[in-house]
């Protein structure tokens, strides 16, 4: 059963102070891991897809990294609209299972 | 970029009486859809996967005969759910899958309130 565990939970950075978010996975053939942003009450949006080990791309202050195991999605210099729940999740097929989410809290 | 909408945005209804929430894929054809449901403060749980053509398959703990979901055509999927109960108030949320891609694409989301 594919598995997906997302940390922390919630993170409150200050304005300007680069973090990381951290998603762990186990899945049986991997075709992809993605990750999503969402704020309340909306759907979510998609950032990046990651493929294989030693991927990373990049968006705005955003870059995900992916290895065997799991994702990181560093957030350099954050600003206040960073602010949401970032969601991981792996396709083995064409079905995604989501992690629990990280909400991101970013103080001016 | 391919865009996902759904209506209504939100919805009250009284309990006992039936919702058809509607998905549609823009700008881009989708031989498969998805609906999600979401709690307050969880993730994403996935329900039905939904083909064009064929019957939906559910998830486990999902009753198909609640939650009607009809894929008619390439860029419509319709989720109903009949006869709601004020548990089943949720945010539900569809994704729709791009030909030739493993990316799924999601709308803005549903709120339903069923009192």
């Known amino acids: 059963e594919d598995q997906v565990t997302q940390s922390p939970e919630a993170l409150r950075l200050q304005e300007g102070e680069s973090s990381s978010l951290n998603c762990s996975y186990t899945v049986s053939g991997l075709r992809g891991l993605f990750w999503y942003r969402q704020d309340p009450g909306k759907g979510p949006e998609f950032l990046f897809t990651l493929y294989s080990a030693g991927e990373e791309k990049e968006k705005e202050r955003l870059k995900a990294t992916l290895t065997k195991k799991e994702s990181f999605l560093h957030i350099t210099a954050p600003k206040p609209e960073d602010s949401a729940t970032y969601l991981c999740a792996v396709s083995a097929g064409n079905m995604l299972t989501f992690g629990g989410g990280t909400r991101l809290m970013v103080k001016p | 970029g391919a865009v996902v909408s759904q209506h209504p945005s939100w919805v009250i209804c009284k309990s006992g009486t039936s919702v058809k929430i509607e998905c549609r894929s823009l700008?881009?054809?989708?031989?498969?859809m998805f609906w999600y449901r979401q709690f307050p403060k969880q993730s994403l749980m996935l329900m039905a996967t939904?083909?064009?053509?064929?019957?939906?398959?559910?998830e486990q703990g999902v009753e198909k005969d609640k939650f009607l979901i009809n894929h008619a055509s390439l860029t419509l999927s319709t989720l109903t759910v009949t006869s709601a109960h004020p548990e089943d108030s949720s945010f539900y949320i569809c994704?729709?899958?791009?030909?030739?891609?493993?990316?799924?694409?999601f709308g803005p989301g549903t709120r339903l309130t069923v009192l």
């Open positions: 994704s729709a899958l791009g030909l030739g891609n493993n990316e799924q694409f």
């Open positions: 939904s083909n064009e053509g064929s019957k939906a398959t559910y």
């Open positions: 700008d881009f054809q989708a031989t498969t």
